[in-house]
């Protein structure tokens, strides 16, 4: 028999996930929640006597009505839809944020499961000399209380005895909520009409999926109640349709009046000091947030951020490609040479290589990103950049994931989970790849170096750095247009909103920080992983199969390839964007990883040593001609090889990492076609108008 | 007797007022609702972002901050 199941649910950032964290350990696995693709965090949990219960981390809510996919899971699983019924809930309430963490609490009680309610960060408002009745709390809301200090662990004893005693008690009819007359009598109709359908397994909550069915009957899109019978739905739209007749909006006073009970009970057990304190938060906002300071202070610790993953992961980064090139010679040494060890060494080995070189990036994207929520400025960074963010449909928090695509769009498309919203979160993780990340560069220098001579300027600047910030400046351009045009289209979601919590300032706990970081990490190398490891054998397979004749060189393995027919097959294609078939080749090597670019390149002009810094790969390039003798690499050529590799999605990790993050095939096929198309399209519009002109064809 | 004073993203920093009606796209509202902007609540703005938007309230006792748009079909008094 499956275990009982005991929900953590609470208000977004009530500390809920780091109690869990703690309760749970290292155990934790993916919740398997059918149908909906997002994550929730799950782990067998002991309660006493060696009784155990599976305990669910749900996502954030605000209460028990949805708008979102990871709200929606919560309140399927609060209501006990097509999951077992909980036994227990605990309600994480965060007492800097009483109300509002009451809101969810009383609602949550209203379903009579036996709720325990966990009083988190109690110590910090009393610091602010606000003081909660723990006791008060209790007696009032009939739900067990225990003061917690998640970061900590404080509390988690007290805490696991409560959930003990409360997964003895069983479901009660929850206790009504006072409500208006004419909602009380609305409610009652629909309650009796839900006992009808026998569709409970606890009848006493149908109080509360009355109220449920009021609040999130939606005229448009009717997904948040699938599997309600339709007599239900129909029933829910009468009383609705009626209360607006005689002018009432049921929305309002059903909140209304929950917030009605929640202002008693507040007021009932808190005691704030008779003068407010001018709280350390307060002052350090007014600093952090100030229109010139706040702008100072953001820039530095951006500038922090992008430095840190830009530059301090390298070492660790040269280290691990240092470790893979030794295991691979090692592993040709020992293994006696044919096809088996040439799939180890280069399928394999690269393989786990082309996963653990993204470690250090989002090991040091999480860390900060940590740092940055835990002590509370992440959320001012949101405030302070939102602003700008929305003039082109993004929320404030995607800021530091799009600058992180600068470095790298792995950990990037990773750092989206502090968006909130579905929606916006997509909406960041299709366009960061746009941004010019450092995979890219490599790319950049072999070409302008190939193509510009060392004197050459436009202006005052080298024609080089002038072609390179160009580049960048495409990619931010193309990322931010990218943005808007999908946030009309694609993804035109319901009215954006913005409804950001400042919570006060604290330090950010080593251990919870670790912590996180390490689930992170596990979780890119479970499953994102796998995935890049498929991705890179079988792109082996494509530039080794088939076999050219023995004692063939690399150069002429790889033009007998796959990859190297599929070059000739694509030139026809890309001949106008003034590629040749050998360019082909490479654009498929860089599947792998847009720097490979150079190496595949070097392999097909059959140059011994590979490296962007190497004369002899630049020499062949310049001395590469068509089949009729014009030249390759003419500057025009090299310009739409570089507008092509800012705008293509040339990156199988990319792709695996948003298949991860998505949780369908959907979004990362969409995002690899869009950006294939834009950067045919733009490739093509500078090769031939530049032809045209006849800029930059000698 | 209440006094209509228009919306909440006409007040002035530091002041305070109380809200009388939300309005707009029902989702929207829905979500300012819970989030405790019920009509006969007292808000404070507390400060506003570099760039003017979005703003900061104070709302029971808690720090929110909403986007300008949506402080426009906030009524207060």
């Given amino acids: ?698 | 007797m209440t006094v209509k004073f228009g919306s909440l993203a006409a007040l002035p920093v530091g002041k305070s007022a109380v809200v009388s009606r939300v309005r707009g796209d029902r989702a929207v509202v829905r979500r300012l609702l819970e989030v405790g902007l019920v009509p006969g609540t007292r808000v404070t703005l507390r400060r506003v972002a570099p760039l003017g938007d979005p703003i900061e309230l104070n709302v029971r006792h808690f720090a929110l901050s909403i986007r300008r748009a949506d402080a426009l079909r906030i009524d207060i008094e």
């Fill in chain 1, 1 to 698: 028999m499956a275990p009982p199941v005991v929900l953590v649910a609470g208000n977004p950032n009530s500390g809920k996930s780091t109690l869990f964290n703690a309760l749970t350990g290292a155990r934790t696995r993916v919740a398997n929640y059918p149908g909906v693709t997002v994550d929730c965090l799950s782990a067998p949990f002991t309660i006493g006597d060696g009784r155990t219960v599976e305990l669910i981390d749900l996502p954030g809510t605000y209460s028990l009505s949805a708008r979102s996919r990871e709200e929606q899971l919560s309140v399927d699983a609060l209501l006990g839809r097509g999951r077992p019924v909980p036994r227990t809930v605990v309600v994480v309430v965060d007492a800097t944020a009483l109300a509002r963490a009451l809101f969810l609490a009383v609602e949550i009680i209203a379903t009579g499961v036996p709720v325990v309610i966990a009083l988190n960060m109690s110590d910090e408002a009393a610091r602010d000399g606000v003081v909660v009745d723990a006791a008060r709390l209790q007696a009032l809301t009939g739900a067990e209380v225990v003061r917690t200090v998640a970061t900590r662990g404080d509390g988690l004893a007290a805490l696991t005895a409560a959930i003990d005693r409360a997964t003895a008690r069983s479901w009660a009819d929850g206790p009504a909520i006072e409500r208006p007359a004419a909602l009380g009598a609305d409610l009652a109709e629909l309650e009796a009409a839900i006992r009808d359908e026998h569709i409970l397994e606890r009848p006493g909550s149908a109080r509360a999926w009355a109220t449920w069915l009021l609040l999130s009957l939606d005229d448009t899109g009717a997904d948040d109640l699938l599997g309600i019978p339709p007599r239900l739905r129909a029933l829910t739209r009468a009383i609705r349709e009626r209360a607006a007749a005689a002018g009432r909006d049921v929305d309002l006073e059903i909140i209304s009046s929950s917030y009605r009970r929640v202002d008693a009970l507040v007021d009932a057990v808190v005691r704030r000091p008779a003068e407010a304190r001018r709280s350390l938060t307060d002052r350090l906002d007014s600093v952090l947030t100030h229109r010139l300071g706040g702008a100072a202070v953001f820039a530095a610790v951006m500038m922090v951020v992008f430095q840190t993953l830009y530059s301090w992961s390298e070492p660790a980064i040269a280290l691990i490609e240092s470790i893979v090139i030794d295991a691979q010679r090692l592993v040709a040494a020992v293994m006696p040479p044919g096809p088996l060890t040439d799939l180890v060494v280069n399928g394999v080995v690269a393989g786990v290589g082309n996963v653990v070189v993204f470690v250090p990036q989002i090991g040091l994207l999480f860390l900060l990103i940590g740092l940055l929520e835990d002590s509370g400025y992440l959320a001012r960074v949101a405030f302070v950049i939102d602003r700008l963010m929305r003039s082109v449909g993004l929320h404030g928090r995607a800021f530091v994931p799009m600058l992180s695509g600068f470095s790298c769009a792995v950990p990037a498309v990773m750092a989206t989970r502090t968006i909130e919203s579905r929606t916006d979160r997509l909406l960041t993780m299709l366009v960061l790849p746009l941004m010019s990340c450092s995979a890219r560069l490599p790319v950049y220098v072999l070409v302008t170096a190939t193509v510009f001579a060392p004197g050459e300027r436009i202006g005052v600047f080298s024609a080089g750095a002038v072609m390179l910030f160009a580049m960048y400046m495409l990619s931010v351009a193309a990322a931010l247009t990218a943005a808007a045009v999908l946030r009309r289209t694609v993804l035109k979601g319901p009215a954006a909103t913005l409804v950001l919590e400042l919570p006060p300032y604290r330090l950010p706990a080593v251990r919870v920080l670790a912590f996180n970081v390490w689930q992170r990490v596990r979780s890119f190398l479970v499953d994102a992983g796998t995935l890049i490891l498929a991705l890179t054998i079988v792109l082996w397979a494509l530039l080794s199969y088939p076999r050219a004749p023995a004692a063939a060189g690399p150069g002429e393995q790889l033009r007998h390839s796959f990859a190297g027919q599929l070059g000739h097959t694509i030139e026809p294609v890309i001949a106008p964007l003034g590629f040749d078939w050998r360019i082909g080749v490479g654009i498929i090597g860089a599947f792998t990883a847009r720097e490979v670019f150079v190496s595949t390149l070097a392999i097909v002009f059959d140059i011994e040593s590979v490296d962007a810094a190497d004369e002899p790969l630049r020499e062949a390039l310049r001395t590469a001609t068509w089949p009729d003798g014009r030249r390759l690499m003419t500057p025009l050529a090299g310009v739409s090889l570089m507008v092509f590799f800012v705008l293509a999605c040339q990156c199988m990790s990319t792709i695996a990492v948003v298949r991860r993050e998505s949780g369908t095939w959907r979004w990362p096929i969409f995002m690899f076609a869009y950006m294939t198309v834009l950067a045919y399209m733009a490739s093509l519009v500078v090769y031939q108008a530049g032809s045209r002109l006849g800029l930059g064809v000698a």
